[in-house]
């Protein structure tokens, strides 16, 4: 009857632990795909704003005064949008 229980108690053990390694699993790719959502460029240019804005989420951590800040530091202008190309991060084709 001992042995029984203490095998029952080992069988749930496992299932916890690996329930606990898939949810660490999951949080790791969750993370990735976050992060690289941020990084990636937005594709679309029928709205510049809203790329402009995704671009600096990804690079400053949405902090508007600390991209005033580096609009204000960077001094090269792409005439494109009036922003530097530092916040928006694409090649200097412009």
């Not at 949810?23 to 937005?42: F, G, N, Q, V």
């Not at 402009?52 to 609009?71: A, F, L, P, Q, Y």
């Amino acid at each position: 009857m001992m042995l029984l229980l203490l095998l029952m108690m080992m069988m749930i053990m496992m299932m916890m632990m690996m329930m606990m390694m898939m949810m660490m699993m999951m949080m790791m790719i969750m993370m990735m795909i976050k992060t690289t959502m941020t990084l990636l460029p937005a594709a679309s240019d029928d709205d510049d704003d809203n790329v402009h804005d995704k671009w600096i989420v990804g690079i400053m951590n949405e902090s508007e005064s600390v991209v005033n800040e580096t609009r204000l530091r960077v001094t090269q202008q792409c005439h494109y949008c009036q922003r530097s190309r530092f916040i928006h991060g694409r090649a200097a084709t412009y």
